[in-house]
Structures are given as structure tokens and as C-alpha cells.
């Protein structure tokens, strides 16, 4: 089992910046890719970006490329998500994600979700 646990969100206003955390607990000595999603009310969830285990692959979601960075830490187990450029519409629940294979991730089917953390764009 792996726990994850986001920090992070609150209001910023439009062209802003934000950062959120997602600390990994449990079993995280496998090799477990690491990613983001994010649903706004009335909306599905959808995918924002995933990282592989070691850093080195990331992929995200168009709406969000050239604005947001997805790093992470392997010796912390965190994962991050750098927002820049907000917009209203990035507006929504931010969720962490743990899988062994990124394409589960990228394809929305993760074995592991935190419990989310809110992002509101507005000024």
C-alpha cells in the first residue's frame, strides 16, 4: 500500500503561481511512478501530468503545457506540481496519483490517489 498525501493549495489570483506537494508513504521502496490530476466541480476528473520513477519521463496534458512543471524528489518520495500562468479554468480539486507504470497514470487508472487538495483561481 502506498499513502499519499497533498499539500498546498489555496487562492491565487489569475497569472499567479502555486506549488503543490504530494508526500509518498508506505511502500515506497518499488519503484512507483507519480502524477497529477485534477477535477472541477461538475467536471470529471482529468489527467495533468505524470513523472517516471527516476525523473527522467514526464508527460502532461495539453491545457497545462509550458505553464506547469511536475518534479520529484526520490529521496523524500515527494512529488510536485509548479503551477505558473494560472488561469480561472485551472480552477479544481488537485489529486496525486501512484502507479508502477505510467501509463496507467497517463491513462487515468492509478492504483493509488490522495485525498485532494483545492486550487481556486479568482481575483
Known amino acids: 500500500q502506498v499513502q499519499l498525501v497533498e499539500s498546498g493549495g489555496g487562492l491565487v489570483q489569475p497569472g499567479g503561481s502555486l506549488r503543490l506537494s504530494c508526500a509518498a508513504s508506505?511502500?515506497?521502496?518499488?519503484?512507483?511512478?507519480m502524477g497529477w490530476f485534477r477535477q472541477a466541480p461538475g467536471k470529471e476528473r482529468e489527467f495533468v501530468a505524470a513523472?517516471?520513477?527516476?525523473?527522467?519521463?514526464?508527460y502532461y496534458a495539453d491545457s497545462v503545457k509550458g505553464r506547469f512543471t511536475c518534479s520529484r524528489d526520490g529521496v523524500q518520495n515527494t512529488v510536485y506540481l509548479q503551477m505558473s500562468s494560472l488561469k480561472p479554468e485551472d480552477t479544481a480539486d488537485y489529486y496525486c496519483?501512484?502507479?508502477?507504470?505510467?501509463?496507467?497514470?497517463?491513462?487515468?487508472?492509478?492504483?493509488?490517489w490522495g485525498q485532494g487538495t483545492q486550487v481556486t483561481v479568482s481575483s
Open positions: 496519483a501512484a502507479d508502477k507504470f505510467i501509463a496507467h497514470i497517463t491513462t487515468g487508472q492509478p492504483d493509488y
Open positions: 513523472i517516471s520513477w527516476g525523473g527522467g519521463s514526464t
Open positions: 508506505g511502500h515506497t521502496d518499488s519503484t512507483y511512478a
